[in-house]
């Protein structure tokens, strides 16, 4: 629920509450059961309304169960594979159609983003001694960057880094409400992030414990979002670079490559 939404529906329980009561004691004093029924019906509902103003739209608890299978199933395909890099996430425009992130096989690959050849899972992408092979899959974060857009209508690719920030805040913090607040800071091609008070915790915390491997080298759901934000505005492909998570913390590490395209 947007701070919008919240704000209407507690104006809204206040002023039920405020007719309701008022309507409930004096019909009662009065001795008029019907009346005093439904001032007190109407200031149940005005209570009822202000509660729901200050509580998640979606329990954390819900949105967690949801998630995890599908973590749980990517967290197996990197352990089946012994992935030991750090993802790269490919901007659109690099010969994608939609987001895509690009997680080598082999330690020591550092692939630019041109793809030579694709397929539904596997890209083999070339170097200098060898072709290196990955898997090509959809990020974690990208369907929360497109319900962030659809809330806002509001376009990333037309954000510039410098109001990056702000508009994450308004899409995490204000409209989808899964932290408290969000900052970036920027020293030459690196960025370095911080997401505080994530009311998907426990959830976090449990994804840390079974799927190490995703969240350290591609990314949970926050931190995904994160860097399909940042290639998006910055028109450029982002190398994850590890995270950290610990009391409800997000702090991690991205590299922007190459030049904006």
Avoid: W
């Amino acid at each position: 629920m947007s701070g919008h939404g919240r704000s209407r529906y507690r104006r809204l329980g206040l002023l039920f509450c405020a007719i309701g009561l008022p309507v409930f004691l004096v019909s009662t004093a009065r001795g008029a059961p019907t009346i005093a029924a439904s001032g007190f019906g109407a200031f149940l509902i005005g209570v009822l309304l202000a509660y729901l103003s200050f509580v998640p739209t979606v329990p954390s608890e819900l949105v967690g169960s949801t998630l995890m299978p599908a973590m749980n199933n990517l967290e197996a395909l990197l352990r089946k594979f012994g992935v030991d890099a750090y993802a790269t996430y490919i901007h659109p425009n690099s010969n994608a159609e939609s987001f895509r992130v690009f997680i080598p096989l082999s330690e020591h690959a550092a692939p630019d983003p041109p793809i030579s050849k694709t397929t539904n899972e596997i890209v083999i992408v070339p170097s200098e001694d060898s072709k290196v092979k990955g898997l090509l899959l959809d990020p974690p974060g990208a369907d929360l960057l497109s319900l962030i857009e659809r809330e806002s209508g509001q376009d990333f690719g037309s954000v510039e880094l410098t109001g990056l920030q702000e508009a994450l805040r308004a899409g995490i913090v204000r409209s989808l409400e899964l932290a408290s607040s969000i900052r970036f800071a920027f020293e030459g091609s690196e960025c370095r992030l911080l997401v505080e008070g994530d009311v998907l915790g426990k959830f976090t915390q449990e994804l840390v414990e079974k799927a190490p491997i995703m969240c350290e080298r591609v990314g949970c759901p926050i931190c995904s979002l994160v860097a399909c934000a940042l290639a998006k505005s910055s028109h450029r492909d982002v190398r994850f670079r590890g995270a950290k998570h610990l009391d409800g913390k997000h702090e991690a590490l991205y590299e922007l490559l190459g030049e904006a395209k």
